[in-house]
């Protein structure tokens, strides 16, 4: 073994542990574990901990340099550099320390920096050196002893990153091992859905340890790190105070302005600390779209919620929750299916069109007029709830509208145009509607005008035991009303009346003996534009649904509002 004279008083000043330095390669267990419970004895220090990951902070072209010893020859030893936020440079060198220390051989330390700068004016014996954003490891079979020197660099921004070193890596094993295929595989693709599948890591099949996997997806890049991915995940909530000027910090520091160690913040966060690893959560969707879900020891995982048509990228983390480590699998990225297309329905100028749509769906219509046009009349009749209506001429919006009941729009034609128009159903139920586009001026519409108010009102005072009487509103056009009864039970209620309510379903849709009779109506003045009208023939004490058509020149009949009538059932 190498002699260094004045080596121990080097160490016990420059590592600053006194009495507890570690006697490597052999190591007490209870020490250890007592040292790394302990973050205290780490603060504010450069010393790297045998067998155990710490999280550091670089300042953008600020080299930051750590150490650590191997007290005997033919150690091995293992340093592991996980870049986080950007790509980092680092460099391992083995320092060459004076065989004598100061002091007029004396014994007694030198003050504190000059010890420093001692260790540090040779470069050393460089072993090992790295520039990139992947997890990379410096492995030795065997070492001399020394000190060594782990110096590392941020040149694009300020970065988190984190460190491992040990001299037992055989024993320790603190990251998951991944199996003979780390390939995550894509077992199923729809329009919002992916499912994924990878091969369990041997840590927690074999070894025995507690492991759980961590799936992350986002739309810009696979992670080769958790770190990376948890880094992109708090951006967003990262915010840092300016420090006081000169004062120093510790990579622990960083816990007071938003970058948190990960035993303290990231291990909260993810609950690996805790004996129910099965349990899967996730966190809270940022603005960038990342998301990661931790799911237990399942290897198939099912993405949902996605969005049709879109690409986005998955990675798997095997994590050990013993040791608050992970490893990457390689990840894959896939594209979500389209949304089924949509099957165009062709117009035909001045013929009415009818058409359905499921709750919450989409119709697209086509309309392409033969002959040059100056303008085109559209009409939309909803039958049931509002639904929205686009309309656009050779790929330019012209209108967005919600539309209820019956609504003309004019739309300024153009030569061989083309008219693309789309309905979205209500979110209530399914939707019925009748469309005509045409051409052709003309001064009959299609469909009959309405009064703004479509309600249908009783009298309760005119009610008798086998009579009632109603009225309705008109309009200024000489139209047909047809009034139809319907005996309903005492508990008809306001979900079965809305299934009736169907405005499009004409009078021919009713049995004749429903039908109490039909008349015609306008009045050129709209305040006196109402009509009554008294219903016989009726049973006491029963109820009874009425309904009132208007129908129009063509024969489109469009249903006022149902009501619901009681005669008396003593008179």
């Known amino acids: 073994m190498r002699q260094y004279k004045g080596w121990s008083p080097l160490l016990l000043v420059l590592l600053g542990l006194g009495s507890l330095a570690q006697k490597l390669p052999t190591r007490d267990e209870g020490l250890f574990q007592m040292q790394i419970r302990d973050k205290s004895l780490f603060h504010d220090s450069s010393v790297m901990p045998d067998g155990a990951e710490i999280s550091g902070y670089l300042f953008r072209d600020t080299p930051r340099r750590y150490y650590f010893v191997v007290e005997e020859d033919n150690t091995p030893l293992s340093v592991t550099v996980t870049p986080c936020d950007a790509p980092l440079e680092w460099k391992l060198t083995l320092q060459e320390l004076p065989e004598e220390a100061s002091g007029e051989g004396s014994g007694e330390p030198e003050p504190l920096d000059q010890q420093k700068q001692q260790a540090t004016v040779d470069e050393g014996t460089e072993l090992f050196t790295y520039k990139g954003n992947d997890v990379e490891s410096y492995v030795a079979t065997s070492t001399p002893s020394g000190l060594y020197q ?9 970065s988190n990153f984190k460190m491992y070193a040990t ?23 729809g329009r919002t859905t992916v499912t994924l599948a990878w091969k369990p890591t041997p840590t927690g099949s074999l070894m025995g340890q507690p492991v759980q996997y961590c799936v992350v997806i986002n739309k810009e890049h696979n992670f080769k790190s958790m770190c990376a991915a948890e880094a992109k995940i708090s951006a967003d909530d990262a915010f840092m105070m300016a420090p006081k000027p000169g004062r120093d910090f510790s990579p622990f520091d960083f ?122 009349t559209l009409f939309v009749h909803a039958c049931l709830d509002a639904v929205q209506v686009q309309v656009r001429r050779d790929g330019k919006l012209l209108l967005s509208q919600n539309v209820e009941g019956i609504r003309q729009f004019q739309l300024r034609g153009k030569p061989k145009a083309k008219y693309l128009i789309r309905l979205r159903g209500s979110r209530k139920g399914a939707s019925t509607l009748k469309v005509l586009a045409t051409t052709r001026p003309s001064s009959k519409q299609p469909f009959p005008s309405l009064p703004e108010d479509t ?32 005996e309903v039970a005492d508990n008809y209620g306001e979900e079965q009346r809305r299934r009736e309510q169907n405005q499009c379903a004409g009078p021919e849709t009713r049995r004749k003996s429903e039908k109490v009779l039909c008349k015609y109506f306008h009045s050129p003045n709209l305040q006196k534009a109402v009509t009554t009208e008294t219903v016989t023939g009726l049973e006491p004490g029963k109820t009874y649904l009425l309904d009132v058509y208007v129908v129009g020149h063509s024969g489109h009949s469009v249903k006022y509002q149902s009501k619901l009538v009681k005669t008396r059932k003593y008179c």
């Open 455 to 486: 309600r249908i009102k009783a009298f309760d005072k005119l009610r008798t035991c086998s009579s009632v009487t109603v009225a309705w509103l008109g309009t200024q056009d000489r139209n047909k009303y047809c009034i139809y009864r319907k």
């Open 167 to 189: 001299t037992t890596p055989e024993s320790d094993q603190p990251y998951p091992e991944l199996p003979y295929d780390p390939r995550v595989d894509v077992t199923a693709l």
């Open 150 to 158: 782990l110096e590392l660099l941020s040149t694009e921004k300020d």
């Open 255 to 376: 816990a007071h302005f938003g970058f948190v160690p990960s035993d303290i913040g990231f291990g909260k966060d993810r609950g690996l600390m805790s004996n129910k690893i099965s349990r899967a959560y996730a966190t809270k969707p940022k603005a960038s779209d990342i998301q990661k879900v931790c799911i237990g020891n399942k290897n198939i995982f099912t993405v949902s919620d996605l969005k049709p048509a879109t690409q986005y990228y998955f990675d798997v983390f095997a994590v050990n929750s013993a040791t608050n480590t992970s490893t990457a699998y390689v990840g894959t990225f896939a594209r979500t299916k389209e949304e089924a297309r949509q099957k165009t329905v062709e117009l035909k100028d001045g013929k009415v069109s009818d058409v359905f749509i499921k709750r919450k769906g989409s119709k697209f219509l086509r309309f392409a007029p033969v002959s040059s046009h100056q303008r085109v």
